[in-house]
């Protein structure tokens, strides 16, 4: 089955510069792989997806990054605002059924 | 479109008592997910629902915890007999009839076990 890595699982940056966290996943046959963001006390909440279709997806400040031949993606936040500090999740589905495989997630601590 | 809603938003219960945690998917949702997180960890599946349906229950104990999705009303997750060690956040989430990976989150419940 799908099993899903996420590093690191704390970051520290200094405000306005860009953060980068990665997954990798196991399973070639993985082919959505979301990325959620979780504020203190508050649910997760989906901030950015990508097909196994395309390699690049932006959102203003946001992005993700697919390399299906290593088989990792990536989120990158550019021009980080306190407000991005948050517990960030990266998932991919599984090889059947729509779920979602998660990874352990990600502390990402903006300072100003 | 109302979001995936959950009752109660927090539930204390004493060791031995019984807690039914609820969740109203959004509209046009089928497909709901329950999720337990502990205090600075992260979301661990516990079961996938359908309609009159259980997809997959791998991540649930095997004592005490059980779920439903009836035909109608909400998804419950029942767990008996709590434990302190039951004590964390309850989230659940639901994603479109069998076509869509997106699962969207409700607000969770966190239970309490004194």
């Known amino acids: 089955g799908e099993n899903v890595e996420q590093h690191p699982s704390t970051l520290s940056v200094q405000e306005g510069d860009s953060a980068v966290i990665k997954c990798t996943y196991s399973d070639s046959a993985s082919n959505y792989f979301p990325w959620y963001k979780q504020e203190l006390g508050k649910r997760p909440q989906l901030i950015i997806d990508?097909?196994?279709n395309v390699g690049e997806k932006k959102d203003q400040r946001i992005a993700v990054t697919l390399n299906k031949t290593a088989k990792h993606f990536s989120l990158h936040i550019t021009e980080t605002q306190p407000e991005d500090s948050a517990v960030y999740f990266c998932a991919a589905t599984a090889d059947s059924n729509y779920q979602l495989i998660w990874g352990a997630g990600t502390k990402l601590i903006i300072k100003p | 479109n109302a979001g995936v809603m959950q009752n109660p938003r927090h539930l204390v219960r004493r060791r031995g008592q019984e807690a039914r945690l609820r969740c109203s998917p959004m509209?046009?949702?089928?497909?709901v997910y329950w999720y337990r997180q502990l205090p600075e960890e992260g979301l661990k599946f516990m079961v996938y629902l359908q309609k009159e349906n259980i997809i997959d229950e791998s991540g649930m104990p095997k004592e005490r915890f059980s779920a439903e999705f009836p035909k109608e009303g909400p998804s419950i997750l029942r767990i008996q007999q709590v434990v302190r060690g039951d004590s964390a956040a309850y989230f659940c989430a639901s994603s479109r009839d069998g076509t869509s990976y997106e699962q969207y989150f409700g607000p969770g419940t966190r239970l309490t076990v004194t």
């Open positions: 509209k046009g949702h089928s497909h």
């Open positions: 990508i097909r196994s």
